[in-house]
């Protein structure tokens, strides 16, 4: 199949392990009251092996030839079940080449069951754009679909996710996720980028701060992207305070959590709100803004990062978007 015209990513090579850093605990400890994040409706806490998507990675994992396992399946505990990049292949196989027309079917279908409708009509536009659709995509399969540890990821330009069925205890969406999307690279506002709308929400908080405020919150210069370690409750993180904001001003970080959170499905957001309320909630969260990296210079701070205990979302939007989250508990 040839490869379809795509966004390029020149800063994307090379890959990152999270072998060190990435510790979950025994037990996904979901038990606890909701956080006002979760609005009025009833609590999901988590994926399990029935939960739609991890069924449609069962039926996918059975659906197998020989030869497909041997190239896309591996152990549970497999070192690049442990590998996180904004660009990177998880196999060599792409999607469209090496699956059949049902199985093909069946990882949208997973896909599909991973993220809000929303999500997947943004992340169907973003896979297009950058790198000519799912189908120049790559899957493996950890473990045994079903059993009491599995996984199931897809990788490629711009996305990591995952279906786990909440055997990875204590992460959420299984583990450290990436998103990112090409379009509008280097442009003020990032035209056609399906991602920006949260730049501009988030810096609804920094327009919200007053003066020392502001100077709390906006740092110089960004950490690596890919460093999302959680520092559990000592860590020290950077920017303000979000406990020390006012009522208004939480109010806006809390929408910011609800927008970024929105692309994926209900289980993972409940399982990762749970965790922030197990690291302390909103008030042990930190927001910073940084001034590298504004692209034409108009104030609007494309690269930001929300950070706590257990939550660690860092949003690089210059010059296109990549976003690392890694929400799980510290052992």
């Avoid at 990049?85 to 999607?95: E, H, M, S």
């Avoid at 509008?184 to 056609?192: E, F, I, S």
């Avoid at 965790?275 to 803004?289: E, T």
Wanted: charged letters at 25%; one cysteine or more.
């Amino acid at each position: 199949m040839s490869e379809k015209p795509r966004n390029a990513c020149p800063e994307c090579d090379g890959g990152f392990t999270r072998r060190d850093f990435v510790k979950t605990v025994t037990g996904a400890a979901l038990a606890g009251g909701l956080l006002p994040l979760a609005g009025g409706r009833k609590v999901i806490a988590a994926s399990s092996s029935k939960s739609t998507a991890e069924t449609a990675v069962k039926r996918f994992y059975d659906s197998l030839s020989d030869e497909q396992r041997k190239a896309v399946c591996f152990g549970f505990n497999d070192p690049l079940r442990t590998k996180i990049n904004a660009n990177w292949a998880i196999t060599k196989p792409t999607i469209g080449d090496f699956f059949n027309k049902e199985q093909q079917a069946n990882i949208d279908e997973i896909f599909r069951g991973l993220v809000s409708p929303d999500g997947y009509e943004r992340f169907q536009k973003q896979m297009e754009d950058d790198h000519g659709g799912i189908e120049q995509y790559h899957v493996a399969v950890f473990g045994t679909p079903g059993s009491d540890q599995f996984e199931w990821e897809l990788t490629g330009r711009h996305v990591t996710i995952r279906a786990d069925g909440n055997t990875v205890a204590g992460a959420a969406f299984g583990g450290p996720i990436v998103y990112g999307h090409g379009a509008g690279d280097g442009q003020k506002g990032l035209p056609g980028n399906v991602f920006y709308y949260q730049t501009q929400k988030a810096n609804e908080v920094f327009n919200a701060l007053d003066g020392t405020q502001r100077k709390s919150a906006l740092q110089p210069k960004a950490p690596p992207e890919a460093a999302v370690p959680v520092q559990g409750k000592d860590g020290k993180f950077p920017g303000i305070s979000v406990g020390a904001l006012s009522s208004d001003q939480k109010e806006l970080v809390e929408k910011v959590i609800k927008v970024i959170l929105a692309p994926y499905r209900e289980e993972d957001v409940d399982e990762a709100l749970l965790i922030l309320k197990d690291g302390g909630g909103l008030d042990a969260l930190h927001m910073a803004f940084y001034e590298s990296g504004d692209i034409g210079g108009d104030h609007v701070w494309d690269i930001w990062r929300l950070e706590g205990p257990t939550f660690v979302w860092h949003f690089r939007g210059a010059p296109h978007v990549h976003t690392y989250v890694n929400i799980t508990k510290k052992s």
